[in-house]
């Protein structure tokens, strides 16, 4: 059952959030269903920025030209700035973007914070608890870093605050939780970035090229329909089974430098053990699960667009696993979605399958890993 609700939420995540999550960078907020790759900082337009440069030169005051500052520079009052909960692993990887500049970090870890100040140039606020950063008036974006337990949760209390939100992936663990992040972001019109791209650019895994040429191919009928694509470490694709959680972890005393109650936030209280908070969190459904969520929404999305199923989801989820344990994440087999038009994505766990399975199959031809 906790294998088929997080598989569920995958699909949640693609049909029903992406009128509002905008992948590539923000500018796409402002054009409906279109993906051109727009620099960042000129979403700056309508920004309070923007405002207040104007004000400023009503003022009297001068405003020093982009050239005289360099080709390429963007000035920091034309820059978007960034406030980062969770600066362990992932958020310390993102804090350099084009446009954007950290301003804040937030971490329930004191070792953390302190390491990832130390890889930044200008000095920062520091914060323990998420919601004095997201209150934080000089923080424009909200990228949150965390555990996927809490993506839910701090990125309804962003949008509540005026802030724009940046999500690692999985975007929630739960499908309620992704219906209130949807709900939070239209109500307050902020504008939500989930950290996915492959659609957009850079090789596509296994295929060793972008999703672009394939979407032509697919849409050129060369291959007919309906189509089946299978997403396996045959075709190129690593489902990460190493993220699985341990069924008897003993209790160990919790570090003085981490606030523990934080970390776990909404989820049910367990016993401290470090496996439970190192980067190893993914084994556990509690917080996220497995390499599906890891990885599912990296591998699956652009199969969503590559058969134009953006505005739907499977009618029928068919899953061949061992009965799974309640807290730890285990291996799976195989995962076959069908949808009503009798295309199909399967899910090859491991060396599960046939290795000269095609990468996609239909009645006129196949591609396979490597696009041959």
């Known amino acids: 059952m906790f294998l088929i609700n997080f598989v569920s939420q995958l699909f949640y995540d693609f049909e029903n959030a992406h009128q509002y999550i905008f992948f590539n960078n923000w500018m ?111 923080v424009d974006i909200v990228h949150i870093a965390t555990p996927p337990h809490w993506h839910g949760i701090m990125s309804v209390e962003a949008a509540k605050a005026g802030k724009d939100i940046f999500c690692e992936k999985p975007m929630t663990r739960t499908i309620g939780e992704g219906k209130r992040v949807v709900e939070a972001v239209q109500q307050y019109g902020r504008i939500f970035r989930l950290n996915t791209w492959f659609r957009f650019k850079d090789p596509f895994y296994g295929l060793g090229s972008p999703v672009k040429p394939l979407k032509k191919l697919v849409q050129s ?33 919790i570090p003085d430098e981490l606030d523990y109650n934080m970390w776990l936030g909404p989820a049910p209280f367990k016993p401290f053990n470090e496996h439970r908070v190192a980067t190893s969190f993914r084994g556990y459904w509690d917080y996220d699960g ?22 739907t989801s499977p009618v029928k989820v ?36 046939k290795p000269d399975t095609p990468y996609i199959s239909g009645p006129k031809g196949n591609v396979y890993k490597n696009f041959v």
């Open 290 to 311: 497995g390499g599906l969520g890891d990885m599912g929404q990296h591998y699956i999305d652009p199969v969503q667009y590559i058969l134009d199923k953006d505005f």
């Open 28 to 138: 796409d907020a402002l054009k409906k269903n279109t993906f051109e790759d727009i620099n960042l900082y000129n979403h700056m337009k309508t920004n309070r920025r923007n405002f207040l440069k104007t004000v400023s030169s009503l003022a009297l005051f001068t405003v020093v030209p982009r050239n005289v500052l360099g080709r390429g520079f963007i000035p920091p009052s034309d820059q978007l700035t960034k406030g980062v909960i969770g600066v362990g692993s992932m958020g310390v990887n993102h804090f350099k973007y084009d446009g954007t500049r950290v301003v804040a970090i937030c971490d329930v870890n004191k070792t953390h914070l302190q390491n990832a100040t130390g890889k930044l140039q200008d000095k920062v606020s520091q914060y323990a608890d998420f919601r004095e950063l997201i209150l934080d008036k000089n």
């Open 318 to 353: 068919e899953v061949n696993a061992p009965q799974q344990h309640p807290d730890a994440v285990g291996q799976w087999d195989s995962i076959t979605f069908t949808y009503d038009d009798g295309c199909q994505i399967v899910l090859w766990g491991e060396d599960y399958g």
């Open 221 to 253: 009928g060369m291959l007919g329909w309906p189509l089946k694509v299978t997403i396996s470490k045959h075709t190129g694709f690593n489902w990460k089974f190493y993220w699985k959680g341990m069924t008897d972890l003993e209790p160990q005393r």
